[in-house]
């Protein structure tokens, strides 16, 4: 299926995981597309696997540090220009750290909130005269299940993604009228690289019976840290319905994938 020949989208954290697979689900559903990261060697086997499936044509990528304004400026300006102009972005990019509340120092709790929720701030915000120069645009940012399910000892990650999910209520409400979508999708139990690396953040003396309600309902193949992992596929799917014309009628809201973990 075909939905979005002609759609120029701007993805961000397209060097591994769920970013990489919504760049390759938006090629294959027919749109140019800029992958953005700042992990340049991620961004060339994203780009390789594109070349493999024949779908590098309307691929560029970019490597950019969505923690740093200045990048932000520029890659944006730098991806609008790429693409002629932009319909679509889709904020994937962030970090996860963990630690006990009280040892968390101001410096790691700045530097989550910097990248994942100002980040996010960011390119929306160099991204919205482009968007909003069609009659029908989308944002889509990535909350996360911590940011109404308890997940332990990730309390700045939390914040961050909760602070992700207002914003985008905020976007739906500001800018409806004039054509832009903005929604969230909470991805959780879902395998990436960040999934992968989260038992090397959790604190040593963790109690991991916290854990026990992060694990998915359906059943799966992958997994990170030997819990249950759903394929990062399944998040770019539905990214590609809220990005077409299929989600036409949804904004201002958050879709949770997360394969019935918190059902």
Known sequence: MKRLTDHRSLVTGAASGIGRATVLRLLEE?????????AAEGLASTYAEAQS?????????????????????????????ALGGLDS????????????????????????IN??????????????????????????????????????YMGAYAASKGGIQSFTHALALE?????????????????SGIT??????????????????????LPTDLESGGAGMGDPSAVAGVIAMLVSEDGAFITGTEIRIDGGTHA
Not at 53 to 63: E, I, K, N, P, S
């Open 196 to 217: 992968d690396a989260t038992p090397g953040y959790v604190p040593a003396d963790a109690d991991w019976a916290l854990f026990a309600k992060l694990s998915p309902v």
């Open 89 to 112: 972005v889709v904020n994937a990019a962030g970090i996860l750290r963990a630690s006990h509340t009280e040892q968390t120092s101001l410096e790691l709790w700045n530097l989550i």
């Open 175 to 191: 800018f409806g009228g004039k054509g832009l979508r903005a929604v969230s999708v909470a991805p959780g139990s879902i395998k």
């Open 115 to 152: 990248v994942n929720l100002t980040g996010t701030f960011l390119v929306v915000r160099e991204a919205l005269p482009a968007l909003l120069a069609n009659p029908r645009s989308t944002i889509v940012n990535f909350s996360s299940t911590s940011a109404a399910f308890a997940h332990p």
């Open 30 to 38: 027919g749109a140019a597309v800029v992958a953005a990261d700042v």
């Open 53 to 81: 499936r024949d779908l590098a044509d309307r691929l560029a990528t970019l490597t950019i540090d969505i923690g740093a304004e200045q990048s932000v400026v520029d890659g944006v300006a730098s991806a609008i220009t």
